[in-house]
């Protein structure tokens, strides 16, 4: 019986022996499938990321998107993602299994960011050189190419940056920069100016470039070839600082370029040359000033350089025009009396240039087709002088050929009376200028002495056909006595 238990315990020891040799056996044959590594998240650019396992097994790896293809080599398997040009993020699910092991993993890649490039516009820089700095967001590589050796741009933590070497060449130098970004190109252009030489001869030569203003009736001429190119100012000697030539050279030169680079950048498919004169092109100024001036030519290259040429002369613009010009615009009339005190606005406008002017505005004297205009003229003092004379003619009916005429009354103090005058040619206002030429002071005429004249209206008289004598017209319209003072209406 002992012999029996014995052997029973032996088989039951081999039985418990045999199934822990069997739970290990299936045990085993389970692979693990553990992360090592995990390249997921990715940027929008064509880019190959990692994922390695710790298995046994062989792995198989799928994806259920085209832009994430999974490669495998041992326990590492290879991701090949294309490029995202979208601006939204985009997601892919990467199954993986090795024997019976299965994992699922997220992948990622995210939309382009391409904040700032639209800043990327051309770039002017001075002869000194310049470094620009384009604020900017990206997630994409961005990658830049120019054929010049003179620019240089580069991409740094949230900026590009275009540095730009001084120019030590006598002429404007341009390049291009192109960039690529993600699924976004383009270009811009690098412009760059040369420095301004003060050559050992600046003068303009051969033929004549003349200035002349229509107003002033000032003319000056400066020497230019027919080929030279050139820029002309008329600059007050005020302005002018120090040594003429060093400031010809050091600003003048300096601003007449800038300005027309300015011309250029405002209006496309304009170039630096459409702005310069040529040759013996005529030049007027407005806006001009009495005092001495210096009339300025620099000479330039299309290429935007100083050629090499300039010329000055002082002149002196004195304000020669006839005294005429000077009354014309709009003028407020204070007109005051006994009775009244109101303003009325005169329009001195041309009807024969430096002979007459025409006025119109005065009280009173109007018919159906609006108001007259009264005939004035200045004399050799400068003076405004408003006289009767004949202005308009009709044919009336009952009177015949009606002439009218402008007329006004005056007191003879010396004889106590009161005249009528309807005379032609005789003066019944004289009106004198301030210094400024903004106001001016009023006057009666001249008859036999000198009276002031008030009344002032049309005055109409007629002679019927086989008399000798004239009748005279009496019209409603009101009379305006002189005016003390008109000021000039400045707009």
Not at 164 to 178: A, L, S
Not at 298 to 307: A, D, H, W
Request: charged share 25%.
């Amino acid at each position: 019986m002992k012999k029996i238990a014995y052997l029973f315990i032996i088989a039951a020891a081999a039985l418990t022996l045999s199934c822990k040799k069997e739970s290990a056996a299936k045990y085993e044959s389970t692979p693990k499938l553990d992360i090592v590594s995990a390249e997921l998240e990715f940027m929008p650019n064509a880019v190959e990321g990692k994922v390695v396992v710790n298995t046994q097994a062989a792995v198989t790896a799928v994806s259920d998107r085209e832009w994430c293809v999974p490669s495998v080599s041992g326990n590492t398997v290879t991701l090949s993602i294309t490029a995202n040009t979208s601006k939204l993020s985009r997601y892919a699910m990467l199954n993986l299994k090795a024997g019976g092991a299965v994992l699922d993993l997220t992948v990622i890649q995210y939309g382009e960011v391409l904040g700032g490039l639209g800043s990327l516009s051309d770039i002017a820089s001075p002869v000194e050189g310049s470094t620009v700095e384009i604020p900017v967001s990206l997630n994409v590589p961005i990658t830049f190419s120019t054929e010049q050796t003179w620019i240089h741009p580069e991409y740094q933590e949230n900026k590009i940056v275009v540095k730009v070497d001084p120019n030590d060449k006598p002429e404007t130098r341009q390049g291009t920069v192109t960039y690529v970004a993600g699924s976004s190109e383009g270009s811009f252009d690098v412009t760059q100016y040369p420095e301004i030489k003060k050559p050992e001869n600046w003068v303009l030569t051969e033929a004549e470039v003349t200035y002349d203003h229509p107003k002033f009736n000032t003319s000056a001429t400066l020497s230019a070839g027919e080929e030279d190119m050139y820029v002309m100012y008329l600059i007050p000697k005020a302005k002018v600082e120090g040594d003429v030539d060093a400031w010809v050279f050091d600003k003048l030169a300096i601003e007449a370029r800038r300005s027309i680079l300015d011309k250029v950048e405002a209006n496309p498919g304009t170039t630096f040359k459409d702005y310069l004169l040529t040759g013996t092109d005529p030049v007027a100024f407005e806006d001009v000033t009495v005092g001495e001036h210096y009339l300025i030519a620099i000479g330039f290259g299309e290429n935007t350089f100083v050629s090499g040429r300039y010329q000055y002369k002082l002149i002196t613009i004195a304000d020669v025009r006839t005294a005429y010009y000077k009354w014309l615009g709009q003028w407020k009339v204070h007109r005051k009396n006994s009775k009244y005190d109101d303003y009325d606005t005169w329009d001195i406008s041309i009807k024969e240039k430096d002979e007459t002017l025409l006025i119109k505005g005065i009280e009173g004297l109007s018919n159906s087709d609006g108001r007259y205009d009264v005939e004035a003229s200045v004399d050799e003092n400068g003076r405004l002088v408003l006289k009767t004379q004949n202005t308009k003619s009709y044919e009336d009916a009952s009177r015949g050929t009606v002439t009218v005429l402008l007329s006004g009354q005056y007191n003879d103090t010396s004889a106590g009376k009161t005249y009528y005058t309807a005379k032609t040619g005789v003066d019944l206002l004289y009106g004198t200028l301030s210094e400024d030429l903004n106001a001016a002071t009023l006057e009666g005429g001249i008859a036999t002495g000198t009276y002031p004249f008030f009344n002032i209206q049309f005055y109409g008289r007629y002679k019927k056909e086989g008399s000798s004598s004239y009748s005279a017209v009496t019209w409603n319209a009101g009379t305006t006595d002189i005016a003390q003072t008109i000021t000039r209406i400045v707009e």
